[in-house]
């Protein structure tokens, strides 16, 4: 079974920096996309950013506007999220997920077909 887990939130200021990390376990091959998302209170999940670690191909929500970087170590099966800039509005639970790689490119449209949800890890940015 393909397992993710997500880690690395916590509490910063406006204008802060958190680097999130979400690690695989059981991926067997490389031809999959791993999608970062998120919920605030009272909000629906929305995709952050997804890249696909075979190519490197990287895809962003457009709220993100050069803030966030999303990275992989395939060695470590680990997909990284540096959040810098980081503004009230970006408080929620952030959640890693996978999917094959062709949905990489339209993660944001395509949530419902991203599985092997991880815990998330609440990312909480003070005014």
């Known amino acids: 079974d393909v397992q993710l887990q997500a880690f690395g939130g916590g509490f910063v200021q406006t204008g802060g920096s958190l680097k999130l990390s979400c690690t695989a376990s059981?991926?067997?091959?490389?031809?999959?996309?791993i999608g970062w998302f998120r919920q605030a209170p009272g909000k629906e999940r929305e995709g952050v950013s997804c890249?696909?670690?075979?190519?490197?191909?990287?895809y962003y929500g457009d709220f993100v506007k050069g803030r966030f970087t999303i990275s992989s170590n395939n060695a470590k099966n680990t997909v990284y999220l540096q959040m810098s800039s980081l503004k009230p509005e970006d408080t929620a639970v952030y959640y890693c997920?996978?999917?094959?790689?062709?949905?990489?490119?339209?993660?944001?449209?395509?949530?419902?077909?991203?599985?092997?949800w991880g815990l998330g890890t609440q990312v909480t940015v003070s005014s």
């Open positions: 059981g991926l067997t091959a490389d031809d999959y996309a």
């Open positions: 890249i696909s670690p075979r190519d490197g191909s990287t």
């Open positions: 997920a996978a999917a094959n790689r062709v949905y990489a490119a339209s993660f944001l449209y395509t949530e419902g077909i991203y599985d092997s």
